[in-house]
């Protein structure tokens, strides 16, 4: 079992939905990170969190470090959000990057 | 200005060949990781030097060899490919080993034939 399980694998929506990928993990980090990887193949740090919440722009970042969770959320999304998602933690004494599956999400105009 | 340019983009060999993947970070980071990304599209960690140091190596093969010349390149030279070394390669970096956000290249497409 990976010790990180993001869901849904895949996601398809309508232009201007509200998005939630959600992300558990299984042990302890020190830090939570969202990255994005463009259809291009290119891949860009969204967020790195270690509780609470963080927002840039149309996206949010939360955590629930008692309950292992994570969530990425996009609010009024657009095609151009269309990716793939990847949640990642980094944690024990190299704080190693670890990373989920990633969620292949499609926004349709 | 490219923070993390990795060279080539694209790579085609022959099984048994040897090959080198260059990575260079501009950022004044200490810390830089060689990634795999298999076919289902599933990150992996290889290699991580801090400050041409080794302080991550994930039980890859000892075909490849990472060399630090300095802290701001990471080249990646893996000997006698095989078919199953067919993946894309990213270069990251960070400020420093402490888990922070990391900066990745465009990534190289491996394929060996």
């Known amino acids: 079992k990976n010790e990180v399980e993001q869901s849904p694998q895949n996601l398809t929506a309508q232009e201007g939905e509200f998005i939630t990928i959600n992300c558990s993990y299984s042990?302890?980090?020190?830090?939570l990170h969202w990255l994005q990887q463009h259809p291009g193949g290119g891949i860009v740090s969204l967020f790195m969190?270690?509780?609470g919440k963080k927002k840039h722009g149309r996206l949010i970042a939360t955590i629930n470090i008692q309950e292992k969770h994570s969530s990425l959320h996009i609010t009024a999304s657009h095609p151009r959000d269309s990716a793939v998602y990847i949640c990642?933690?980094?944690?024990?004494?190299?704080?190693?990057?670890?990373f989920g599956k990633g969620t292949l999400l499609t926004v349709n105009p | 200005d490219t923070a993390v340019s990795q060279t080539p983009k694209y790579l085609v060999t022959q099984m048994g060949n040897d090959k080198s993947i260059k990575c260079e970070q501009n950022?004044?980071?200490?810390?830089m990781y060689w990634y795999k990304q298999d076919s289902k599209k599933f990150l992996k960690i290889m290699f991580s030097?801090?400050?041409?140091?080794?302080?991550i190596n994930e039980t890859v093969p000892n075909r490849f060899s990472p060399k630090s010349p300095d802290k701001a390149h990471l080249n990646l030279h893996i000997n006698s490919l095989e078919l199953g070394d067919s993946a894309v390669y990213f270069c990251?970096?960070?400020?420093?080993?402490?888990?922070?956000?990391?900066?990745f290249g465009a990534g190289t497409r491996l394929s060996v034939l």
């Open positions: 030097y801090n400050n041409k140091e080794l302080i």
């Open positions: 950022l004044g980071h200490d810390t």
């Open positions: 990642a933690f980094t944690g024990g004494s190299n704080y190693k990057l670890t």
């Open positions: 042990v302890g980090i020190s830090a």
């Open positions: 969190l270690s509780s």
């Open positions: 990251a970096s960070s400020q420093d080993r402490g888990g922070g956000i990391q900066y």
